[in-house]
C-alpha cells in the first residue's frame, strides 16, 4: 500500500461556516426581538447597524466556490467525477432542505400565522423543492422556505460547475468562471425566462472569488499569521464600512468575505488539530443545519414571548441569547443524526464504485 500525504486540514475554514450561520442567525432572530418590542433601548438595534450580519451569505458563497474545487481534487478529469460530484452536492444539500421546506409548508397549512409567508400554486410549490426561481404570491422571487433563495444560487453554481470537472482542475475553475460571468453580463437581458434573470444576479462571481482562493492553495501557497490578521482586520472595517450595504454586493460585501476566507484557507500545513479547533470544525459541520433551522426556534420563541407577554428589555436579551442557543444545540443535533449520517453513507458507496 502506497502512503498518502497528509490531507491539510483547514479548521478556521469551518470556523468561518459556523460564524456565517451564527451572523444569519443573529440578525433574524436581533430583528424580529426589535420588531416585538424587546429592544426598547436600541442595543441590539445599534449592533445590527455596525456590520451587516447578513453577509454571512457571502461568506457561504465564497466558501462554497472554494470548497467545490479543493475538495473535488480527486474528480478532475475523470469519467465519473461529475457525476459522484453532482450526487454528493445533491446528497448534502437536498434531503435536510426538502424536510425543512415540508415542515414550513405544513405549519402554514395549520394556520400557524406567527410563521410568515403564504402558500402558492402547485408550479409554486414544486419549483420550491427543485431550486427553480419562483415568484411567490406577493411577486418576491423566494422559495416557500424563504431562506432557500440562496440555495438557488448554490445548485444553480453546483450545476454550472459539474461539467467542468471533466477537466484539469485550473481549466475547469477558469471555464465554469468564464461562463458564470457571461450569465451576468447577458443573463438580465434575457427577458423570456425569470430563472435566469434571477441567477444573473452579480452575487453568483462571488463563488468565483471562492474558486481562485482554492487554485492558490493547490499552488501551496500560504500566508503568515500577520498577513491573515491583516486580512481579518481589513475585512472587518471594510464591512463595517458598508454595513448599510449601498452598492454592488460582490464588492462590498463578496471582497471582505474573500479576504476572510483567504486568511482562512491560506495557513500553514496543519495535519493535526487541537480539541478546541475539533469543535470549530465541528460547528461548522453544522452550519447548514443552523442556516436552515434557526427560522423555526426564532418563531417558537416568538409565539412563547407573545404568550407571556415578555417584551422588557432583559426578556429580549434573553430571547436572542436562547434562540441562538436553541438554535446552535438543534444544529448540532440533526447535524449528528441525520447529515453525517447520510454523508458517511454516500462516501461508502463512492468508495465501493471507485473500486469495481
Known amino acids: 500500500m502506497t502512503g498518502r500525504t497528509p490531507q491539510k486540514i483547514l479548521p478556521w475554514v469551518q470556523a468561518l461556516r459556523a460564524l456565517a450561520a451564527l451572523s444569519v442567525a ?4 436581533a430583528h424580529d426581538d ?37 475538495a473535488s481534487a480527486r474528480l478532475f478529469a475523470t469519467r465519473t467525477g461529475p457525476l459522484i460530484f453532482l450526487r454528493r452536492r445533491l446528497a448534502r444539500i437536498v434531503p435536510l432542505y426538502w424536510i425543512m421546506t415540508t415542515a414550513f409548508i405544513a405549519v402554514l397549512l395549520a394556520g400557524r400565522t406567527e410563521i410568515n409567508g403564504d402558500i402558492g400554486g402547485p408550479a409554486y410549490l414544486a419549483a ?7 415568484p411567490r404570491p406577493d411577486g418576491v422571487v423566494q422559495p416557500a422556505l424563504g431562506l432557500g433563495w440562496t440555495l438557488n444560487y448554490e445548485m444553480f453554481f453546483y450545476l454550472v460547475f459539474t461539467p467542468f470537472l471533466l477537466l484539469q482542475k485550473r481549466a475547469a ?13 447577458f443573463g438580465p437581458d434575457f427577458a423570456g425566462s425569470l430563472a435566469v434573470r434571477f441567477w444573473a444576479d452579480p452575487v453568483i462571481l462571488e463563488f468565483l472569488f471562492g474558486m481562485e482562493i482554492a487554485l492558490i492553495l493547490g499552488q501551496n501557497i500560504t ?58 470544525v465541528r460547528l461548522g459541520d453544522a452550519s447548514y443545519a443552523m442556516y436552515l433551522v434557526h427560522p423555526f426556534v426564532m ?4 409565539v412563547l414571548w407573545r404568550k407571556i407577554h415578555a417584551h422588557q428589555e432583559l426578556a429580549g436579551t434573553i430571547y436572542v441569547i436562547a434562540g441562538l442557543v436553541v ?14 449520517r447520510l454523508n458517511f453513507w454516500l462516501r461508502r458507496r463512492d468508495v465501493m464504485n471507485e473500486a469495481v
Open 327 to 340: 438554535a446552535q444545540s438543534l444544529a448540532l443535533l440533526i447535524n449528528a443524526t441525520l447529515e453525517k
Open 173 to 185: 475553475a477558469i471555464g465554469a468562471g468564464i461562463l458564470l460571468g457571461a450569465i451576468v453580463a
Open 26 to 29: 443573529f440578525v433574524h432572530i
Open 128 to 134: 420550491s423543492y427543485l431550486f427553480i426561481p419562483w
Open 299 to 302: 418563531r417558537g420563541f416568538t
Open 223 to 280: 500566508l503568515p499569521l500577520w498577513a491573515r490578521l491583516l486580512l481579518v482586520l481589513i475585512a472587518g472595517v471594510a464591512f463595517h464600512l458598508d454595513a448599510a450595504g449601498h452598492g454592488i454586493r460582490p464588492l462590498i460585501y463578496g471582497l471582505p468575505a474573500a479576504a476572510l476566507v483567504a486568511a482562512a484557507a491560506l495557513s500553514p500545513v496543519q495535519t493535526v488539530i487541537s480539541r478546541a479547533e475539533a469543535w470549530l
Open 34 to 70: 426589535i420588531d416585538n418590542g424587546g429592544d426598547p433601548v436600541g442595543v441590539f438595534g445599534a449592533i445590527t447597524k455596525f456590520f451587516p450580519w447578513d453577509a454571512g451569505v457571502d461568506i457561504f458563497f465564497v466558501i462554497s466556490g472554494f470548497v467545490i474545487v479543493h
